[in-house]
């Protein structure tokens, strides 16, 4: 067990409904609303990956976008910021990324899961690689047609 964070693709139309839930049904509803296409799950790679889009001065934050519903664990990513985020995405190769990869830094910086040396690092660049390339697909996706998301992080 552990941390994840995952993106679920649902209608701008649906925003609304997520607004006025309850904090004990806002963990329902994406689930319920989600459109087809591809996973926005990210397993435990999500503080790996935020590290790097920091580090390397995207503009894109997993942790701190989107507007948080009734449980906190949840927040929506409106239209705008899901196309926002494609293009920035479709601009940004892992090798961009891979070049601000230090195993010993993200240790050194707690960067969950604590694997980055454990994993002798080439373990933990492809983790964050598999995981960077659904993210991007994910993002193309629900920009595609013209959809919110909701992350989850818990």
């Excluded at 993106?7 to 989600?34: I, N």
């Excluded at 591809?38 to 976008?65: F, M, N, Q, V």
């Excluded at 993210?135 to 998301?149: M, T, V």
Aim: glycine letters at 10%.
């Amino acid at each position: 067990m552990g941390i994840i964070m995952s993106f679920t693709r649902v209608r701008p139309e649906q925003v609304a409904e997520l607004g006025f839930a309850g904090a004990d049904e806002v963990g329902e509803l994406p689930y319920a609303m989600r459109n087809p296409g591809p996973s926005g799950y990210l397993d435990k790679a999500w503080s790996g990956l935020d590290y790097l889009l920091r580090a390397a001065e995207t503009g894109i934050e997993l942790t701190d976008a989107g507007n948080s519903l009734a449980d906190e664990a949840y927040a929506v990513w409106p239209e705008e910021l899901v196309r926002d985020t494609d293009e920035r995405l479709r601009a940004l190769p892992f090798d961009a990324l891979a070049a601000h990869y230090d195993p010993a830094a993200l240790d050194r910086a707690a960067i969950y899961p604590n694997i980055w040396l454990r994993d002798g690092g080439a373990e933990g660049r492809h983790y964050l690689n598999h995981h960077y390339a659904g993210l991007r697909e994910f993002f193309r996706h629900a920009a595609k047609y013209r959809s919110a998301a909701v992350a989850h992080l818990g």
